[in-house]
């Protein structure tokens, strides 16, 4: 069983940056694929970035590429997602997802999800 907590999120102006949090709970983390997910009003689910276990490999989507990067502390039981040159179109609430196994970009393969962090960037 995981536990996700994200934070991190807020109101920040186009051209800033944010750097999201997720704290997972549980012995097991390190043996998790993560993925953050974002979902804005009357949009669909949409896949941001995802970490393979080790973090040595990251995946992301076309619309965050160059801007957002994904990492993770298995120490600390924690993933991030930085944010820079952050876009109006990024606005929406974010989550953190943890996947038994190799990471995908596909929601309903992940197996724990987080609360969701909200993110405004006002233009």
């Known amino acids: 069983q995981v536990s996700l907590v994200e934070s991190g999120g807020g109101l920040v102006q186009a051209g800033g940056s944010l750097r999201l949090s997720c704290a997972a709970s549980?012995?097991?983390?390190?043996?998790?694929?993560m993925g953050w997910f974002r979902q804005a009003p009357g949009k669909e689910r949409e896949f941001v970035a995802a970490v393979s276990w080790s973090g040595t490999s990251t995946y992301y989507a076309d619309s965050v590429k160059g801007r957002f990067t994904i990492s993770r502390d298995n120490a600390k039981n924690t993933v991030y997602l930085q944010m820079n040159s952050l876009k109006a179109e990024d606005t929406a609430v974010y989550y953190c997802?943890?996947?038994?196994?190799?990471?995908?970009?596909?929601?309903?393969?992940?197996?724990?999800w987080g609360q969701g962090t909200q993110v405004t960037v006002s233009s």
């Open positions: 549980g012995r097991t983390f390190s043996t998790y694929a």
């Open positions: 997802a943890a996947r038994y196994g190799y990471y995908s970009e596909f929601g309903d393969r992940y197996d724990y």
